[in-house]
């Protein structure tokens, strides 16, 4: 079983920054695909991206292609989301995810094993 906590959510204007983070628990985490969600106010959590067991291989979805960036620390547990051009709409809970032996990257919440706490991210125009 695998703990996953997230952390580097907060408030900044449009066109900012942020980098999340998610930290495993654990001694196999290359063995976990692992993704980010986000869920707004009043709608349900949509894929953002994902990741690789071996980072080699991602895949986004197409609000945030080419601003959010996932890239993963295998040595340190670590996976990160690295938000540029953030926008409003970007706003949300964000939470990462985990699949035990995941050999490629997953776009659909039921394919996750594990789920973190979440952390609130604000854009304001």
């Known amino acids: 079983q695998v703990q996953l906590v997230e952390s580097g959510g907060g408030s900044v204007q449009a066109g900012g920054s942020l980098r999340l983070s998610c930290a495993a628990s654990?001694?196999?985490?290359?063995?976990?695909?692992m993704g980010w969600f986000r869920q707004a106010p009043g709608k349900e959590r949509e894929f953002v991206g994902a990741?690789?067991?071996?980072?080699?291989?991602?895949f986004y979805a197409d609000s945030v292609k080419g601003r959010l960036t996932i890239s993963r620390d295998n040595a340190k547990n670590t996976v990160y989301l690295q938000m540029n051009s953030l926008k409003p709409e970007d706003t949300g809970v964000y939470y990462c995810?985990?699949?035990?032996?995941?050999?490629?990257?997953?776009?659909?919440?039921?394919?996750?094993?594990?789920w973190g706490q979440g952390t609130q991210v604000t854009v304001s125009s």
């Open positions: 995810a985990a699949r035990f032996l995941g050999t490629r990257y997953y776009a659909s919440a039921n394919e996750y094993d594990y």
């Open positions: 990741i690789s067991g071996s980072g080699g291989s991602t």
């Open positions: 654990g001694r196999t985490f290359s063995s976990y695909a």
